[in-house]
Every structure is written in C-alpha cells, then in structure tokens.
C-alpha cells in the first residue's frame, strides 16, 4: 500500500524596471547607480509534485502501527 505527500516550493518574485540614476560622487563615491523600481511584488505556494510514501517506510506516520 502507498500513499504520497505534497512537496510544494515558496516562490517571491518581482517585477521591476532598473534605471541608472546619476549621483553625487561626493556622498555615493560613485558617478552613477542603478535603481530598481518595483511595479509588481507576489509571493506564492507553487505544488511541484508529490513523493510517494510506502508504508513501512520510516517517513510513514503509520510506522510501528499494528495490524487488528
């Protein structure tokens, strides 16, 4: 007898625009930088699959359960 479980993998992801901005060397120590404007942020549960699980394998909460 088998059973399976879920394997799902947390994902943030963004979308933005880089833009290179002209500083002050003064304050900075650099002439230019890239700014990254964020239009679009998300975080999200994506299922990938599922593992079997035998059950009489040690990952099997039904381990060392007796037959009635």
Avoid at 1 to 25: A, E, P, T
Avoid at 37 to 65: F, H
């Amino acid at each position: 007898m088998m059973y399976s479980s879920r394997m799902k993998v947390q994902v943030h992801f963004q979308v933005y625009i880089q833009k290179l901005v002209r500083s002050d060397k003064f304050k900075t120590g650099k002439d230019k930088y890239v700014e990254k404007n964020v239009i679009y942020e998300d975080n999200r549960d994506i299922l990938i699959g599922r593992i079997p699980v035998m059950v009489r394998s040690e990952l099997c909460w039904m381990n060392g359960v007796e037959k009635r």
